[in-house]
């Protein structure tokens, strides 16, 4: 079990649901840096469905709220270390939230590398038909759910799906495991 499940199953949570926990940082670098978190376990982004990644987005800008009005932040961040070359460290992906104050000495700066106009267009080109490749995927996927549909067994399927808890997308993308 990870140290983030750990954490959770040990009740050290200030708020908890089915979809997601805000937990106290257990690297802190300030008073009042907590992780918004999947309440079940994944490891990266990509673990998670839609759902569950836009529950644990509006907690992070409600938690971010709540530390201006609570312990008088002048500024957040909000941040994910989304694989280890990301900088993650536990095997749970997290949404850090942290409090930020004038000279507070936290330095989350890099040296940004310089990429050239030519591999900035590559990547806008790879990013921009593999955008157009998940569209036509998409579609042709609202084609055969309208043909489910008609015969009368889209809502049996969506019964099953369900049930079991999964997404109800028909298209997902291939998992990344780092």
């Not at 937990?23 to 490891?43: D, E, M, N, W």
């Not at 989350?108 to 030519?118: F, G, R, V």
């Not at 080109?125 to 995927?137: D, N, P």
Request: hydrophobic share 35%.
């Amino acid at each position: 079990m990870c140290k983030i499940c750990e954490l959770i199953q040990g009740g050290k949570y200030i708020y908890k649901d089915d979809v997601v926990a805000i937990i106290p940082s257990p690297t802190p670098c300030c008073k009042g840096h907590f992780l918004v978190v999947p309440s079940k376990h994944a490891v990266i982004l990509e673990q998670l469905d839609d759902k569950t990644f836009a529950t644990m987005m509006i907690a992070a800008n409600r938690l971010a709220a709540l530390l201006f009005e609570t312990l008088n932040a002048e500024g957040t961040n909000i941040l994910v270390r989304n694989g280890i070359p990301a900088g993650q460290v536990i095997e749970h992906i997290a949404i850090e939230v942290i409090p930020r104050y004038t000279q507070d000495d936290i330095n989350l700066s890099w040296e940004p590398k310089q990429a050239t106009q030519e591999d900035l267009a590559r990547s806008a080109e790879e990013l921009r038909t593999a955008i157009e490749q998940l569209e036509k995927t998409q579609q042709k996927s609202q084609q055969v759910l309208e043909g489910i549909k008609e015969q009368g067994v889209k809502e049996e399927i969506e019964g099953k799906e369900g049930k079991e808890g999964k997404e109800e997308s028909i298209v997902r993308l291939p998992p990344r495991i780092p």
